[in-house]
């Protein structure tokens, strides 16, 4: 049979073609309404589902959380950071293509594709915008109302990879059981950055990283300054309602370093130890790291020295202890720097401390500065014989900071202990912004110590107080005969630095402890003057061996009816105290929501020099959307 086509129906076909392609054009779904490759169809919202109007402006539907809980389990949706701060943190999210911009978006269900507003969860150790502005989202003239918004989404919790320290929240204590409470001092700031990048990228933190006393004095407050250096500090106190019981008061202890005149500078000998192993080859690490470095070298003058060592595969000089007025030296060695190998530092600590060692400067400054996201390999496997290594050292009169990078690898405990044993200070760095912070805006504090082993002691008065609690501090916690013991460490204060704590107390008759059937041990007979509690203070002077004793009563006249009474400072860190309990999951958090942490914020913001305050309530906002409570569902409580 002759198979080959007609020439008369060849051409009745290319007749035809045209006019099917455009019945097909005019049939078919426009480009706009097609679905984007790898993209799941449209999903028509149930019935009921609840408008949400994102940040953009842009109307949604998002099933009630019944129906979004149905499915079987899903990827964690996280909550991004406020509005400010969620432009600045773009680059933890996958961009949008074009025509997703162009409009394809709004054809794809909240199950489908995140709403404005939400980000899909990055790996806990996914590089972070070491460029972070101020999370200040709403913090204008609408006050802490427009900051917080109900939501509908769900906690975002997911290991961290991160090891921390395990403690038991400090208890309840009876004051006629145990009118004592000592503890060390505790000017370290990790914890706060810390918490404040998980929350930035949609995490909660887990428990044990949040430590309530570092939240508190991440903060610099307007204490009443030391007369002079051979008393350091002196307390400033207040007793006033607590925001968050009714039944109980704050009594709040502040002190703040002396501040050397600008002429009276000590000289600094510094070493840098900087973990180059492939862990660090990332943009929040390595690369952060030398930005960081790169700030504390310019701050730095002829009178100071530098030197680096690096361990990684193997540990080695970098540079030779060098005069701080040679940047351009120093520059050039810290470029060339480069993640890679192992983490095997070898002789690595060694190294750091035999540089510091040999350009020792007398009445000086002589530290070594380890930074690292978590591989503390430098040369002792041994936990606790580097730590004792480390605490020889000091001895020696060479101490040890420790600035911490990136997540997913961090062992925070370790950074914690190292830092303790060495005199030294413990900070995450987790933005260029907070690297400007801890080593140019408080450098002069961390690297010029004023006191060292400074102990504190307060003495609660049964008759007037019937129960108590330290807020924080669990990992400073010291026995009481500890006080007076001068071979006993403790921390460390430098100048300028502030430092804050916080005991709630209750007055006597309005304890939640029965008494005891057959009376209380002791004599709870008033003091003269009614006295609430008496506190003491140890501290040793950066040359000297031997304590020097400051002693205060707390007294019914600093007690305020109404916390309005007291000053700003009192009021932001009994805010920040609040927030930290609520985050942790505290059982003595009481009623408080976020809203009322929110106002509190706002009430006690003052001045906010470097707009840290304003930062912190955008971190409350960020914490309300993950962890929502009844305050912040309720309109009309936040209006």
């Given at each position: 049979m002759?198979?080959?086509?007609?020439?008369?129906?060849?051409?009745?076909?290319?007749?035809?073609?045209?006019?099917?392609?455009q019945?097909y054009?005019?049939?078919?779904?426009?480009?706009?309404?097609?679905?984007?490759l790898n993209?799941?169809?449209t999903?028509v919202?149930?019935?009921?589902?609840?408008?949400?109007?994102?940040?953009?402006g842009?109307?949604?539907?998002?099933?009630?959380?019944a129906?979004?809980?149905?499915?079987?389990?899903?990827?964690?949706?996280?909550?991004?950071?406020?509005a400010?701060?969620a432009?600045?943190?773009?680059?933890?999210?996958?961009?949008?293509?074009q025509?997703?911009?162009?409009?394809?978006?709004?054809?794809?269900?909240p199950?489908q594709?995140?709403?404005a507003g939400?980000v899909?969860?990055?790996p806990?150790?996914?590089?972070?915008?070491?460029?972070?502005?101020?999370n200040?989202?709403?913090?204008?003239?609408d006050?802490?109302?427009?900051?917080?918004?109900p939501?509908?989404?769900?906690?975002?919790?997911q290991?961290?990879?991160?090891?921390f320290?395990?403690?038991?929240?400090?208890?309840?204590?009876?004051?006629?059981?145990?009118?004592v409470s000592?503890?060390?001092?505790d000017?370290?700031?990790?914890?706060?950055s810390?918490?404040?990048?998980?929350l930035?990228?949609?995490?909660?933190?887990?428990?044990d990283a949040v430590r309530?006393?570092?939240?508190?004095?991440?903060?610099p407050y307007?204490?009443a300054?030391?007369?002079?250096?051979?008393?350091?500090?002196k307390p400033?106190?207040?007793v006033?309602?607590?925001?968050?019981n009714p039944?109980t008061?704050?009594?709040?202890?502040?002190?703040?370093?002396?501040?050397?005149p600008?002429s009276?500078?000590?000289?600094?000998?510094?070493?840098?130890?900087?973990?180059?192993?492939?862990?660090?080859?990332?943009?929040?690490?390595?690369?952060?790291l030398?930005?960081?470095?790169?700030?504390?070298v310019?701050?730095?003058?002829?009178?100071?020295?530098?030197?680096?060592v690096?361990?990684?595969?193997?540990?080695?000089?970098?540079?030779?202890?060098t005069?701080?007025?040679?940047?351009?030296?120093?520059?050039?060695a810290l470029?060339?720097?480069?993640?890679?190998?192992?983490?095997?530092?070898?002789?690595?600590i060694?190294l750091?401390?035999?540089?510091?060692e040999q350009a020792?400067?007398?009445?000086?400054t002589?530290?070594?500065?380890?930074a690292?996201d978590?591989d503390?390999?430098?040369?002792?496997?041994?936990p606790?014989?580097l730590?004792n290594?480390?605490?020889?050292?000091?001895?020696g009169?060479?101490t040890l900071s420790?600035?911490?990078?990136?997540?997913g690898?961090?062992?925070?405990?370790?950074m914690q202990?190292?830092?303790?044993?060495?005199?030294?200070?413990a900070?995450?760095i987790?933005?260029?912004?907070?690297?400007?912070?801890?080593?140019?805006e408080?450098?002069?504090?961390?690297?010029?110590?004023?006191?060292?082993?400074?102990k504190?002691?307060?003495?609660?008065?049964?008759?007037?107080?019937?129960?108590?609690?330290?807020?924080g501090?669990?990992?400073?916690?010291?026995?009481?005969e500890d006080?007076?013991?001068?071979?006993?460490?403790?921390g460390?204060i430098?100048?300028?630095?502030?430092?804050?704590?916080?005991?709630?107390?209750?007055?006597?008759?309005a304890?939640?402890?029965d008494?005891?059937r057959?009376g209380?041990?002791?004599d709870?007979?008033?003091t003269?003057?009614g006295e609430i509690?008496f506190?003491?203070?140890?501290?040793?002077?950066p040359?000297s061996?031997?304590?020097?004793?400051?002693?205060q009563a707390v007294?019914?006249?600093?007690?305020?009816?109404?916390?309005g009474?007291?000053?700003?400072d009192?009021?932001f860190?009994?805010?920040?105290?609040?927030?930290?309990?609520k985050?942790k999951?505290?059982?003595?958090?009481?009623?408080?929501?976020?809203?009322?942490?929110?106002?509190?914020?706002?009430?006690g913001?003052?001045?906010?020099?470097?707009?840290?305050?304003a930062?912190?309530?955008?971190?409350?906002k960020?914490?309300?959307?993950l962890?929502?409570?009844?305050?912040?569902k309720?309109?009309a409580?936040?209006?």
């Amino acid at each position: 049979m002759d198979m080959r086509l007609p020439i008369g129906t060849a051409a009745v076909a290319l007749l035809l073609l045209p006019l099917g392609y455009q019945l097909y054009n005019s049939t078919a779904m426009s480009p706009a309404d097609r679905p984007l490759l790898n993209e799941s169809p449209t999903v028509v919202p149930e019935p009921d589902a609840e408008a949400v109007v994102p940040a953009d402006g842009v109307a949604r539907t998002q099933a009630p959380a019944a129906l979004n809980d149905i499915a079987a389990p899903k990827p964690a949706v996280t909550v991004a950071a406020p509005a400010e701060a969620a432009k600045d943190e773009a680059v933890r999210a996958e961009p949008l293509g074009q025509d997703m911009i162009a409009g394809q978006a709004e054809s794809v269900a909240p199950a489908q594709a995140p709403l404005a507003g939400t980000v899909m969860a990055p790996p806990p150790a996914a590089p972070q915008n070491f460029e972070r502005q101020s999370n200040a989202a709403g913090a204008g003239s609408d006050g802490f109302a427009s900051m917080l918004a109900p939501s509908p989404l769900p906690s975002a919790t997911q290991p961290s990879g991160d090891a921390f320290t395990a403690f038991e929240e400090s208890r309840l204590t009876v004051a006629a059981d145990q009118p004592v409470s000592t503890f060390s001092v505790d000017v370290d700031t990790a914890s706060y950055s810390y918490v404040r990048s998980m929350l930035d990228d949609g995490y909660v933190p887990e428990p044990d990283a949040v430590r309530l006393e570092e939240l508190i004095n991440y903060f610099p407050y307007d204490y009443a300054p030391a007369d002079s250096a051979a008393v350091p500090f002196k307390p400033s106190m207040a007793v006033y309602p607590t925001p968050w019981n009714p039944r109980t008061q704050l009594l709040h202890i502040g002190i703040k370093g002396y501040v050397p005149p600008a002429s009276a500078d000590t000289p600094s000998n510094l070493v840098f130890l900087i973990d180059t192993s492939g862990s660090m080859d990332e943009p929040n690490k390595l690369p952060l790291l030398k930005r960081a470095f790169a700030l504390l070298v310019d701050q730095l003058s002829a009178k100071d020295s530098i030197a680096i060592v690096a361990y990684a595969g193997s540990a080695g000089v970098v540079l030779e202890p060098t005069r701080a007025d040679d940047k351009s030296k120093i520059l050039a060695a810290l470029d060339a720097l480069a993640a890679g190998g192992s983490t095997a530092g070898a002789e690595g600590i060694a190294l750091a401390y035999q540089l510091a060692e040999q350009a020792r400067i007398s009445n000086g400054t002589n530290r070594v500065i380890l930074a690292t996201d978590g591989d503390f390999n430098v040369g002792i496997d041994d936990p606790e014989d580097l730590e004792n290594f480390i605490k020889a050292k000091r001895e020696g009169g060479v101490t040890l900071s420790v600035l911490g990078f990136g997540r997913g690898n961090l062992d925070d405990a370790t950074m914690q202990a190292l830092a303790q044993n060495g005199n030294g200070n413990a900070s995450y760095i987790d933005s260029f912004r907070e690297a400007q912070k801890v080593l140019v805006e408080e450098g002069g504090s961390t690297l010029q110590m004023i006191a060292k082993d400074v102990k504190v002691q307060v003495e609660f008065n049964p008759a007037m107080v019937s129960e108590y609690r330290l807020i924080g501090y669990e990992t400073r916690a010291l026995n009481r005969e500890d006080f007076n013991n001068d071979q006993v460490d403790a921390g460390d204060i430098g100048a300028g630095h502030t430092v804050t704590a916080i005991y709630e107390i209750t007055p006597a008759g309005a304890g939640s402890v029965d008494p005891l059937r057959y009376g209380e041990r002791g004599d709870a007979t008033p003091t003269a003057g009614g006295e609430i509690a008496f506190l003491k203070m140890r501290y040793k002077l950066p040359d000297s061996d031997v304590s020097q004793l400051i002693e205060q009563a707390v007294t019914p006249d600093m007690v305020h009816a109404d916390i309005g009474q007291v000053s700003d400072d009192m009021r932001f860190g009994a805010a920040v105290a609040a927030f930290g309990q609520k985050l942790k999951g505290s059982i003595y958090g009481g009623d408080m929501g976020w809203g009322d942490i929110m106002a509190l914020a706002q009430a006690g913001r003052g001045s906010d020099e470097g707009g840290y305050r304003a930062e912190f309530m955008g971190l409350v906002k960020t914490a309300s959307l993950l962890e929502p409570d009844a305050a912040t569902k309720d309109d009309a409580a936040i209006q």
